[in-house]
């Protein structure tokens, strides 16, 4: 599937910003979709995990963002939110959207990740 990742921005420390992320592709594709979620890196820095989404809506949060970054999605619309509210220096990187897919079949299942264009966030002290 193809990701576009959108809502990025400069905005001061205490501040927030919503990024969206819509998924596209054939309709098998978009069916196979299970996890989406985010990630970001920051200079120097490994690519970290900083939320997830199952299609059922279990979530799963980086420590450092848990109280703070709230992860949504509309299984209809193929797209996944992050709020980020409160928003630290730190909090600084490229964020990445990512979309699991999984196809079962009888003779073989398949998974395998898709990453969308990083949307840069700057968050100024």
């Known amino acids: 599937v193809q990701l576009q990742a959108s809502g990025g921005g400069l905005v001061q420390a205490g501040g927030s910003l919503r990024l969206s992320c819509v998924a596209s592709g054939s309709i098998s594709s978009i069916n196979s979709i299970n996890t989406m979620g985010w990630y970001r890196q920051a200079p120097g820095k490994q690519r970290e995990l900083v939320a997830e989404i199952a299609r059922g809506g279990t979530t799963t949060y980086a420590t450092s963002v848990k109280g703070r970054f709230t992860i949504s999605r509309d299984n209809a619309r193929n797209t996944v939110y992050l709020q980020m509210n409160s928003l630290k220096p730190e909090d600084t990187a490229v964020y990445y959207c990512?979309?699991?897919?999984?196809?079962?079949?009888?003779?073989?299942?398949?998974?395998?990740?898709?990453w969308g264009k990083g949307t840069q966030v700057t968050v100024s002290s």
């Open positions: 990512t979309a699991d897919l999984l196809v079962v079949s009888p003779e073989i299942t398949t998974a395998s990740r898709d």
